[in-house]
């Protein structure tokens, strides 16, 4: 690899996972990003997930569109592939990657703009495939690479810092997943990591498109007062909906945890995601009470957060287009071309 | 033609004109199919409307025992089962040609012409006498001017009723109403007239070696055949069947035998912007991944383009050009995306094209587009157009070598990475400008991050003049390489003339009738057609050669001269258009036509050789 | 320039290195502004990353008493505060040249050159025992520079205290802490240095009739002026400012007094498809209605210009190009896009662009392309780049002619329409090649189909070849005609020149300075650089009249050479390219060297005239 | 007008509107589509709507984008200007033509290709930002000009003409709509012009952006058995949820009509809308109910009709711009151009 990573001076300390890696194997380039930017923790979160998820780093491919969060999935796992594309057009390229390789880890980072925007379209198409990825979607509220203007999720009556008052409603990417059929939604805080970390592991385990959407504060350009993507804002109206769990395979889930309460929904990997509800009687599994949810909440000012549904049928766009098990990447020539034969034969029709 | 008195066997021009959705296309396929099965040398084209029902369509077949099969519009028959469009059909007829009419209703005087022949045949009361059901009769209409026809032209009936009894195998009721409807045609022709007519039909052996086939169905059998595995596409006329035909062919060649799963996968996608998307996915991930499209298409793939250009990810696609711009014309033909395509995207760019002349060099050319891609690194084009992609077409039997292995380009193996110190994306390690790459998930040495953003040799994200030039100007020089590696031109020099002729792509059959009859005039003229760009060298040096080149093309602003201009050095002075573009393919006399006018106004009709 | 020992007053570079997001801009601006005050022709280049903090970035100072204010890399003074980059500031320093310094942590040993002089300020300390908070003694370091430079360089201190009273006139608290910062700098200077530095100002009447201005807000305020009320745009750098700049002004001059209400409108499109729709939308309704992008825009915008160009919707893009291809270089400049603008979208179209070489023809051609948007009712582009865009450029005073009326074109009134027979959207009445155009809303009888499918004269839709052919045969010589109403090129013939050159848009600055550089050497020059397209008659008589013509661009491929071949009929071999496209804006040494080259390579270094 | 227009023989009997104008003047040219094609019903309803609406045609603005249900415009009110644009992005012409001129009657004609696939995007944010017009949206299911490719709203398990199934869950534009905020969503079919002509002209009427689904079957490519969207299916599956009543302003509601059960809406212009649930207590101004039923509705594979959500703020775009009552187009170029002493004094800044 040819970055400037930060030196690995391999702490003996260091804990190790079942590959043997510590979690510095799974860190970047240094971050170029404002000090302070809730983007960066949503990375640190994510190099977090992959480490305890004992994900080989050549295994996992990060794509992303334009922005600055979209500059993230290069100052994580920099053993790994990233596709940075161009702007608001990310799920194209994940879908044909996945397309062609189904055994990669595929994580996607988008931010507002990208994804609510211009990226619009792609997204709710990739949902509607269910494309087998991890789909961030970095929440700030605005345009950060360019320079603070509002984005497609920002609220009605925030103030942006050059005082302009936004107008237009937001569209939240967690109703319209669902509406669309999203089978992992999730919403968390870039300032939460014990909430966000086994969210991406869920996610990144979930056989399907996972969404998050991580509020994740420009310190730049809308963390101010007047705005509702701010830390303060958000730390004051987030409220965790249900509290997640994620249980790898190995690990069972021994008497010792309590467990009353949780509803534990097992994934196609055999691992377990545990849920606990903290708002009355909210069932992440349930479509339709989690869009009535969400939209009461949105208009009561409250930031829902959680893994607030998840559905793991195991349908995937593979499963849709009936695709061979093997990455097509591996399936040799000779299985491809029909050979010489055959085009004799096939062109007795044409006569 | 219908005009010289010579035997007219095997020669001539033939036109039907029908309603859309009538099922008139297969009772033509049909017609056009025994005629080569007769061994006679012959071409179809549909001329169809942007519509799915209810509007005139028309099929025009030629008849050329010598093989030339380019579109003539001087039509020795014209079949007008339209009154709608009666008018203007009779009008087509060339003096001493013939017209069949329905003669259920009788023809206005008015559309009456005495240079012409007109045939009249109850269909419409024919059927309604023998059929039932109002679909039926309309259909049974179809087959009927097939079995007239087969009656006046002399065409083996046999043949047809063994045709017949192929298509509907699985069905025999229709088999006897069609052959029944042959018989009413037939049968009445006979009766009437005088059968055959001057123009007629004889056997020959000119088709043996030959099957028909489309351009786009030859184009997608090139994929199944490079061993594409992802395809992703938006509908659009006229490039839709090619995924057709990909997914049809892969439904008999790539099913895994145990499984019944896919050995491809084909996404249709939300629109062309999503589709290259996907491909550019795929092709980084190491497929072979291609999209199909058309004109607006293509303009909205043209920022992944440029993306592709500069991270350098291979990509195949097929542009099948329909009449400009904009949405202009879907069901016509044209040559207007030149441009378009080798200047795809903002800022400096220049693509790699492949331009096919018929169906047997999409089938050649698409299998090579994919070599090209992963060889260099970079999205690659076939550019076809309507005529060649959604026509039938009589083309020699394909050919497939058993020794073809593909070209995957510079991609590091696993093993590779093992042994190598380091690796750096864009470095140019073997001075040919082309890079090394490496695949997702094979290596934790091959990690490297692909960006549309400034990027040095090594990969990493840069801002720096020099770092930034050293990578834009290798990849000029890679792509001006590839001039070594596309096909060469077709070339077919006259002696000593003093004229040549560049061409591209489907005016090649026009091309060459137009020469032949120029030459009988005296007049000789090299030919060259290129097939790929950048242009090989050869390309400008055949303009200097000669004292004034025309360069043949179907698109309004002279795009391949241009193009010819400042890719190829030849010098404008030395080259003169002559275009047609107005949406039907490509006939002899628009280049005839051009030539002499060209050379009248330049006064020098020359007695032939210098 | 360093090395010669003439007097350095007025005519030296000085290049500031810091940090982003830690308030340089605003002093670095102030200290431009100081200069053109004391009436010295200045110019500032920002140059900076694509980033939003904590990178790099430079801002570069050209004073030149006789106005040459391109960009030069020789810088006398740098200004190095950033320790990150000591290392390539300190080698960019012209020998004989001087490196001010943040004292505070002393230099490394091996960064020392003993060819320039080195002045350590300890700007860190000083304002640490000056100011209280970390970010405002991060800012004032920012003022504290710019103190120092008034002493050593002999810059007006009270204008500088003038200035902050200005500026800061709301904020008192803000006038100490800024006056006290500049004290800082200015008294530690003089104390500890021999002021001021052999470079230095000297007042000057240069400047009274010019202001300070980027090209964005000069584009912007030639919209609202050319009475634009509609601007549709997507966010994109280099392109931002400009829908920023015309909010801003329209917030000063187009609120209704009574109401309060906008007498504009501008939409946030969520992507460029959109806002170039929306454009299309809006001039299809009568407004003025613009966008501005940049080259990723721009390719995502083909298909709908495509649209317009064939249903003849009037349009104005102006496209503030930037490094390419794809993303590229965000935040650097380049004349990639000309391909991309003349030829945009699929099949054949052609477009008119203006090229405006400074802040001054951005206002003027940003007026004159609405005027030629409507008058040949088709997009018209306004292409200008990151230099002349983001950049603080000293122009002329900008005047308005209060005899202006917009030329709306043929658009028929209500009144016309009263008394029209019939109106046919696409029929060339006048011969001119321009239709007429009615508009939603007037009167029934304007009332006609808009359509990017084939249509004929009459606006009718249609599949026939020859009212196909009719219309785009008619835009095609509408367009041409163009070429008669877009700016003339700037000419200036040097007296029997055998040598020619010809330029675009920001090369001008570093272009004039190079000629007088080269005719001080006796190489003499004819000047032309192109302001339009399609290029007026006389671009190509140009070339024709000079031996050789150097083509001066700041693309890789030579984009303006080759539009100049195919487009102004000039032939290629009497041009020769000298290109730039590294990122930086262009600078006279570039070109000196590219022509230098080639006259040394062709073995013509002639004594001057022929 | 240059179309071949039907011959437009006055019938003395024909009833006249406000204008004295028969629906004979807002019929267009001959329609080219297939006979029986759902979309000519269409053409029809809206042809009716606006003849009983008074709208003097030429004060129409008929824009669409392409496909058969795009080709429709050139079907009605030859008197009206049209603007058939590209694939998919017709909401942003109707964005900058609304924003020109804010007093005309913008009408968008898109199909469930148009707007569910490469339109998708457009749609939301013409939603958004609740452009004033009415948008017909007619869903057949497939992509018709082009020859029977499957839709976005091609329901699970749809079989095409070809013999293929699909597996991809639809995109159902109404709840897309409510969820992203939709003031006015209505869903009806081509076969029943007594439900859908009064919802026209609501649609109309209503200030802001009002969503019309039209199920409306290709009989080419989508009108077979295993198809949902054929005439039969509709006809079977079809529940009208509310019937909407359109009363126009002048005529008053006349204590002769019986209004039990009936919720009546006062649109902005002062008619009003009249609504009676069919549906158990379903309450059309209840967004997040609304939701809650299509969402149950389209799991028990009903086709819930009529006019399914209604809020009559006012608030659309250009209440969020703040522009002029004034169309744009017609303010006086003098109150546009600052003039050369302004821009003297604004010079004075820039020294
Ligand atoms: C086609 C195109 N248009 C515009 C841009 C400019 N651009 C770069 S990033 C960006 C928005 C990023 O916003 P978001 O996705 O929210 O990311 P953030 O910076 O807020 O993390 C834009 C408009 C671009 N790169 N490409
Ligand atoms: C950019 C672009 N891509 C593809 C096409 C081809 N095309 C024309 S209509 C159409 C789909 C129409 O489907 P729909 O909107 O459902 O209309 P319908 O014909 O079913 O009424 C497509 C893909 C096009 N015209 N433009
Ligand atoms: S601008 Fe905002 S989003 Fe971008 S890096 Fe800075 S804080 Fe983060
Ligand atoms: S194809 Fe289908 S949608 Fe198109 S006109 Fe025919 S019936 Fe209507
Ligand atoms: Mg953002
Ligand atoms: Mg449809």
């Known amino acids: 690899m040819t970055y400037i990573t930060k030196p690995a001076v391999r702490h003996p300390?260091?804990?190790?996972?079942?590959?043997?890696?510590?979690?510095?194997?799974?860190?970047?380039?240094?971050?170029?990003?404002?000090?302070?930017?809730?983007?960066?923790?949503?990375?640190?979160?994510?190099?977090?997930?992959?480490?305890?998820?004992?994900?080989?780093?050549?295994?996992?491919?990060?794509?992303?569109?334009?922005?600055?969060?979209?500059?993230?999935?290069?100052?994580?796992?920099?053993?790994s592939?990233?596709?940075?594309?161009?702007?608001?057009?990310?799920?194209?390229?994940?879908?044909?990657?996945?397309?062609?390789?189904?055994?990669?880890?595929?994580?996607?980072?988008?931010?507002?703009?990208?994804?609510?925007?211009?990226?619009?379209?792609?997204?709710?198409?990739a949902i509607r495939r269910n494309v087998n990825m991890l789909y961030v979607l970095e929440n700030n509220g605005v345009y950060g690479l360019t320079k603070g203007q509002f984005s497609a999720s920002a609220d009605v009556g925030t103030l942006s810092k050059r005082g302009e008052v936004n107008r237009l409603g937001p569209i939240d990417p967690m109703s319209l997943a669902l509406t669309l059929g999203a089978t992992f939604v999730a919403r968390s805080f870039s300032g939460d990591k014990q909430q966000l970390v086994p969210i991406l592991k869920a996610g990144l385990t979930h056989r399907g498109f996972a969404i998050v959407d991580v509020i994740s504060p420009c310190v730049t350009f809308n963390d101010h007062e007047g705005s509702t993507k701010s830390y303060a804002h958000t730390r004051m109206h987030n409220y965790e909906v249900v509290q997640t769990d994620f249980v790898p395979l190995m690990t069972e889930i021994t008497a010792g945890q309590d467990r009353e309460g949780a509803t534990a929904v097992t994934m196609h990997d055999g691992s377990t995601v545990v849920f606990r509800s903290v708002a009355e009687d909210y069932d992440p599994t349930d479509r339709e009470g989690a869009l009535g949810f969400l939209h009461?909440?949105?208009?009561?000012?409250?930031?829902?957060?959680?893994?607030?549904?998840?559905?793991?049928?195991?349908?995937?766009?593979?499963?849709?287009?009936?695709?061979?098990d093997r990455p097509l990447v591996e399936v040799p020539f000779g299985d491809l071309c029909p050979g010489s034969a055959a085009l004799e034969d096939l062109q007795k029709e044409w006569r | 033609m219908a005009n010289d008195d010579i035997d007219r066997a095997n020669d001539f021009a033939l036109k039907i004109g029908t309603v859309n959705g009538t099922g008139s296309a297969s009772a033509n396929s049909m017609l056009m199919q025994a005629i080569f099965r007769?061994?006679?040398?012959?071409?179809?084209?549909?001329?169809?409307?942007?519509?799915?029902?209810?509007?005139?369509?028309?099929?025009?077949?030629?008849?050329?025992?010598?093989?030339?099969?380019?579109?003539?519009?001087?039509?020795?028959?014209?079949?007008?089962?339209?009154?709608?469009?009666?008018?203007?059909?009779?009008?087509?007829?060339?003096?001493?040609?013939?017209?069949?009419?329905?003669?259920?209703?009788?023809?206005?005087?008015?559309?009456?012409?005495?240079?012409?022949?007109?045939?009249?045949?109850?269909?419409?009361?024919?059927?309604?006498?023998n059929f039932k059901g109002a679909r039926v009769r309309i259909l049974m209409k179809n087959i009927a001017y097939v079995g007239a026809l087969a009656a006046l032209l002399e065409l083996d009936v046999d043949l047809i009723r063994e045709m017949l009894g192929e298509k509907f195998a699985a069905?025999?009721?229709?088999?006897?109403?069609?052959?029944?409807?042959?018989?009413?045609?037939?049968?009445?022709?006979?009766?009437?007239?005088?059968?055959?007519?001057?123009?007629?039909?004889?056997?020959?052996?000119?088709?043996?070696?030959?099957?028909?086939?489309?351009?786009?169905?030859?184009?997608?059998?090139?994929?199944?055949?490079?061993?594409?595995?992802?395809?992703?596409?938006?509908?659009?006329?006229?490039?839709?069947?090619?995924?057709?035909?990909?997914?049809?062919?892969?439904?008999?060649?790539?099913?895994?035998?145990?499984?019944?799963k896919n050995r491809f996968c084909v996404v249709q996608a939300e629109d062309e912007l999503a589709a290259i998307g996907m491909v550019l996915g795929a092709s980084w991930c190491g497929?072979?991944?291609?999209?199909?499209?058309?004109?607006?298409?293509?303009?909205?793939?043209?920022?992944?383009?440029?993306?592709?250009?500069?991270?350098?990810?291979?990509?195949?696609?097929?542009?099948?050009?329909?009449?400009?711009?904009?949405?202009?014309?879907?069901?016509?033909?044209?040559?207007?995306?030149?441009?378009?395509?080798?200047?795809?995207?903002?800022?400096?760019?220049?693509?790699?094209?492949?331009?096919?002349?018929?169906?047997?060099?999409?089938?050649?050319?698409?299998?090579?587009?994919?070599?090209?891609?992963?060889?260099?690194?970079?999205?690659?084009?076939?550019?076809?157009?309507?005529?060649?992609?959604?026509?039938?077409?009589?083309?020699?039997?394909?050919?497939?070598?058993?020794?073809?292995t593909p070209d995957r380009g510079k991609v590091l193996t696993e093993e590779d990475l093992e042994s190598v110190e380091e690796f750096h994306r864009y470095e140019d390690v073997d001075g040919d400008a082309i890079p090394y790459r490496t695949l997702p998930g094979v290596h934790p040495k091959g990690a490297y991050f692909t960006r549309g953003s400034g990027h040095d040799r090594y990969g990493r994200y840069t801002e720096d003049a020099e770092a930034y030039t050293?990578?834009?100007?290798?990849?000029?020089?890679?792509?001006?390489?590839?001039?070594?590696?596309?096909?060469?031109?077709?070339?077919?020099?006259?002696?000593?003339?003093?004229?040549?002729?560049?061409?591209?792509?489907?005016?090649?059959?026009?091309?060459?009738?137009?020469?032949?009859?120029?030459?009988?005039?005296?007049?000789?003229?090299?030919?060259?057609?290129?097939?790929?760009?950048?242009?090989?060298?050869?390309?400008?040096?055949?303009?200097?050669?000669?004292?004034?080149?025309?360069?043949?093309?179907?698109?309004?602003?002279?795009q391949l001269l241009k193009l010819l201009t400042v890719e190829a050095g030849a010098s404008k002075?030395?080259?003169?258009?002559?275009?047609y573009y107005g949406g039907f393919s490509l006939s002899a006399h628009h280049v005839v036509h051009g030539i002499t006018e060209t050379l009248e106004k330049a006064g020098r009709r020359p007695a032939g050789k210098a």
């Open chain 1, 13 to 79: 300390s260091l804990e190790e996972n079942a590959l043997g890696l510590t979690c510095r194997d799974y860190e970047g380039a240094m971050s170029t990003l404002c000090a302070g930017c809730g983007h960066d923790s949503v990375t640190a979160a994510i190099t977090q997930a992959f480490f305890e998820l004992d994900i080989p780093p050549h295994r996992a491919a990060k794509l992303s569109g334009i922005g600055c969060s979209s500059k993230t999935p290069a100052y994580f796992i920099s053993e």
């Open chain 1, 81 to 125: 592939h990233g596709f940075n594309a161009v702007h608001g057009r990310m799920p194209s390229i994940a879908t044909g990657a996945n397309a062609a390789n189904r055994d990669l880890v595929y994580i996607g980072i988008s931010g507002d703009g990208d994804s609510l925007s211009i990226g619009l379209g792609q997204l709710c198409h």
């Open chain 1, 296 to 324: 009461a909440s949105q208009v009561s000012g409250e930031v829902a957060t959680g893994l607030l549904y998840l559905e793991e049928s195991g349908e995937e766009m593979h499963s849709f287009e009936n695709t061979v």
């Open chain 2, 38 to 129: 007769m061994g006679v040398p012959v071409s179809g084209k549909n001329v169809f409307p942007s519509n799915i029902q209810g509007l005139p369509t028309w099929y025009e077949i030629r008849v050329n025992k010598d093989g030339h099969l380019a579109r003539t519009p001087d039509f020795d028959i014209m079949v007008a089962m339209n009154a709608q469009t009666y008018q203007r059909d009779i009008e087509e007829v060339a003096s001493g040609g013939y017209v069949i009419y329905d003669s259920t209703r009788s023809l206005d005087e008015d559309l009456l012409r005495d240079d012409v022949t007109f045939l009249g045949i109850p269909f419409a009361s024919l059927c309604v006498e």
């Open chain 2, 171 to 260: 069905k025999p009721k229709l088999i006897d109403s069609n052959m029944k409807a042959i018989s009413l045609g037939y049968d009445y022709a006979r009766e009437n007239f005088e059968c055959p007519l001057p123009v007629r039909m004889a056997p020959m052996d000119a088709t043996s070696d030959s099957v028909i086939l489309t351009g786009n169905a030859a184009a997608a059998l090139g994929c199944v055949y490079a061993g594409a595995t992802v395809g992703a596409w938006y509908p659009i006329t006229p490039a839709t069947s090619i995924m057709d035909a990909f997914k049809e062919f892969c439904g008999r060649f790539r099913k895994d035998p145990e499984t019944g």
């Open chain 2, 287 to 404: 497929a072979r991944a291609f999209t199909n499209t058309s004109g607006p298409g293509l303009s909205l793939m043209s920022e992944f383009l440029g993306l592709a250009y500069y991270a350098e990810v291979p990509a195949v696609v097929f542009d099948v050009q329909r009449t400009g711009p904009s949405t202009g014309m879907p069901t016509r033909t044209q040559q207007g995306d030149l441009f378009t395509v080798v200047y795809a995207s903002h800022g400096d760019t220049k693509h790699i094209a492949l331009f096919p002349a018929d169906p047997e060099e999409c089938f050649y050319f698409s299998v090579s587009a994919f070599d090209l891609a992963e060889h260099f690194q970079t999205p690659v084009f076939v550019v076809s157009d309507l005529d060649i992609g959604m026509n039938d077409w009589m083309v020699p039997r394909l050919k497939w070598d058993e020794g073809y």
């Open chain 2, 470 to 558: 050293d990578v834009v100007d290798r990849i000029a020089r890679k792509i001006d390489g590839a001039s070594a590696a596309v096909p060469e031109p077709e070339v077919r020099l006259a002696v000593d003339a003093r004229f040549g002729l560049v061409t591209i792509g489907a005016c090649r059959g026009a091309v060459l009738e137009a020469l032949e009859l120029l030459e009988a005039d005296g007049i000789e003229i090299s030919y060259m057609r290129v097939r790929g760009f950048p242009f090989p060298s050869g390309v400008g040096q055949f303009i200097d050669d000669h004292e004034l080149t025309f360069v043949v093309e179907q698109n309004r602003d002279g």
């Open chain 2, 573 to 579: 002075d030395k080259m003169t258009s002559v275009k």
